[in-house]
């Protein structure tokens, strides 16, 4: 769908992205990782016509003008930090209503799936939100539009465990468009793609293929008993929407994409952790399709 | 101009004004303009007399001489912030990612812009009318309507002055350097750096008058004046110039049409190179 032929980007003559070669494909999710000046955002900006560049961007073949409108509208992004705009919520959802064609009563039910009442902040000023309600209301936006790809600047940053669980079932279910999700860590994103890609110093290092995990409503259960009453620890094991069955004991539903963050959550607190269980029987690890070294 | 082109224009200037309405510029700008009007007339300044000025002329004379030294530096220093603003907070990066065009997106802007800065002012005079007619003072509506008028032309002009210096900084600090520095220039060339020019350089006297023509500030501030005292008595001799070459009439058409080509082509200019360079 999108390829990058020898992609370079300069700011006083430093090169921040580097001939940069890529094809993405329709189906693609890509687990954008580097360090802070890697490379990242400025591929996305490129990509979005935000810079003047050099070597070229095709779409479907087809090279277009650094910024072009027509493929513009089948691009949805979230930017990592969300813009403090002061307009109310409702006007910026209108405004993407209108420019996008995005479906407004899609648009309602994802935020309810991310547990946000779109009607209920419509006329909040959108920088007077939380930061977790931000981020919902960017994710809404960008999931509602009928585009082929989706760019992501740490997109569940902000997100509870309960929003990111639906925002997980989101993704899975679009499964026909291309994403590329960018974030400092790999195991925040890895379970959601099937394509890794690294930039270093503005050069790709690594493009690996991995397993698809990426499935909607795959979860299992979980049951952690603690040794001790912990608050902390506690509020932690609520905000994943867990609840205490027992005294100390508490169970709750763990989606697939999310298995290795929440047992990092667990981790931290491994001195109080009396007891852990999943509840289902594990599925095989991930296999690495192919792997590519790219030097 | 195609129908999508306005849709497009108008989704622009629409989120701009809701943006704007609500930040703390608009509310000052708009508190400073009405409080300004109100100020003047619980003073009692329509009932003076200055140079034959009363009633409600007296009012406007006075207002319209504050809006001129307020007015442009409200423009400059809210606006010239506004693109290198957006761009440093992440506005930009985030609403250019909509299939919206660059032209839209910028005159749009520029359009809930111009709203936003000549509404506050009309409407001032508008409650100077309302006043006026409360009090019994004759309405001087042709005097009015010219003045919204001129009004409008010099926001246009700065506004796009701002938007030119807005599209060429890189950050709000020098935006506001340069509009303030730009501000003071216009100003001290009202008066001040004319006449010591002129006497001074001893320059050929066409040159200072071209000089004060070209200056959007003196073109406002001298057909303000030329609407109440036709002969410009208080101009003295440079009145001979101006009566001798434009006429009243044409001096007013002037002072309407050239701030506001002036600042057509400034935002132009500012779209140019917006377009031009990296947006974010």
């Known amino acids: ?295 | 101009m195609s129908l999508s082109f306005v849709r497009g224009l108008w989704l622009a200037l629409r989120l701009e004004l809701q943006e704007s309405v609500r930040s703390r510029w608009f509310i000052l700008y708009a508190l400073v303009f009405f409080g300004l009007m109100a100020l003047l007339a619980l003073t009692g300044i329509s009932e003076s007399r200055v140079l034959g000025f009363t009633g409600l002329s007296r009012l406007l004379v006075t207002y319209i001489q504050i809006t001129m030294a307020v007015l442009p530096l409200f423009i400059l220093v809210t606006t010239a912030r506004s693109l290198v603003g957006d761009r440093e907070a992440g506005n930009l990066e985030y609403m250019l990612s909509f299939p919206v065009a660059l032209s839209q997106w910028y005159w749009g802007k520029f359009l809930g812009r111009l709203l936003l800065v000549v509404l506050p002012v009309v409407g001032a005079l508008l409650l100077a009318l309302v006043y006026g007619a409360l009090r019994g003072h004759g309405l001087p509506w042709q005097h009015v309507s010219l003045y919204a008028g001129l009004i409008a032309a010099l926001a246009l002009c700065f506004l796009g002055l701002a938007f030119l210096i807005s599209s060429l900084a890189r950050s709000t600090e020098v935006a506001l350097g340069v509009s303030l520095a730009i501000w003071l220039i216009l100003v001290a060339l009202l008066d001040l750096f004319l006449l010591s020019i002129l006497i001074r350089a001893q320059f050929d006297p066409a040159f200072i008058v071209g000089l004060a023509l070209a200056n959007p500030l003196q073109t406002f501030r001298t057909a303000a004046m030329i609407l109440f005292d036709p002969q410009l008595i208080l101009l003295g001799p440079a009145s001979y110039v101006i009566l001798d070459h434009f006429g009243v009439t044409g001096y007013v058409v002037w002072a309407l049409a050239y701030p506001a080509l002036l600042g057509l082509a400034f935002a132009a200019l500012g779209f140019w190179r917006f377009a031009r360079t990296d947006l974010v």
């Not at chain 1, 990242?40 to 016509?49: E, Q, S």
């Not at chain 1, 860590?185 to 397993?211: K, S, T």
């Not at chain 1, 009453?229 to 929407?241: E, I, K, M, N, V």
């Not at chain 1, 004991?249 to 929440?262: L, W």
Request: hydrophobic letters at 45%.
């Open chain 1, 1 to 295: 769908m999108i390829t990058t032929s020898n992609l370079s980007k300069r700011f006083d003559h430093r090169a921040v992205l580097d001939a940069i070669d890529l094809a993405i494909g329709d189906g693609d999710r890509i687990a954008l990782v580097g360090s802070n000046g890697a490379g990242k955002t400025t591929l996305f900006r490129c990509l979005l016509g935000h810079y003047h560049y050099e070597g070229a961007i095709a779409f479907n073949g087809a090279a277009p003008m650094r910024r072009d409108e027509k493929v513009l509208a089948r691009i949805a992004f979230v930017p990592q930090l969300p813009p403090p705009l002061r307009m109310p919520v409702g006007e910026l959802v209108r405004f993407a209503e209108n420019s996008t064609g995005a479906d407004p009563a899609r648009m309602t039910s994802i935020a309810q799936g991310l547990g946000l009442e779109l009607d209920a902040v419509a006329h909040q000023p959108f920088n007077r939100l939380s930061g977790g309600q931000k981020q919902k209301v960017l994710v809404t936006i960008a999931l509602a539009r009928a585009a082929d790809l989706f760019i992501f600047d740490e997109p569940a940053a902000n997100l509870d465990p309960a929003a990111r669980a639906a925002f997980i079932d989101l993704l899975a279910a679009r499964q026909d468009a291309a994403m590329i999700i960018a974030s400092h860590r790999l195991e925040e994103v890895a379970p959601l793609v099937n394509r890794v890609i690294e930039l270093d110093r503005g050069r790709i290092v690594l493009d690996d293929a991995v397993a698809d995990r990426l499935t909607a409503g795959d979860a299992r259960t979980a049951t952690v008993r603690l040794r001790e009453a912990h608050d902390p620890f506690a509020r932690a094991l609520l905000q994943w929407g867990f609840g205490e069955s027992r005294p100390l004991t508490f169970t709750g539903s763990i989606p697939a994409a999310d298995y290795y963050r929440f047992l990092g959550m667990i981790s931290r607190y491994a001195s109080v952790v009396d007891a852990f269980h999943f509840g289902e029987a594990p599925k095989p690890p991930p296999a690495r399709k192919a792997r590519r070294h790219v030097s």
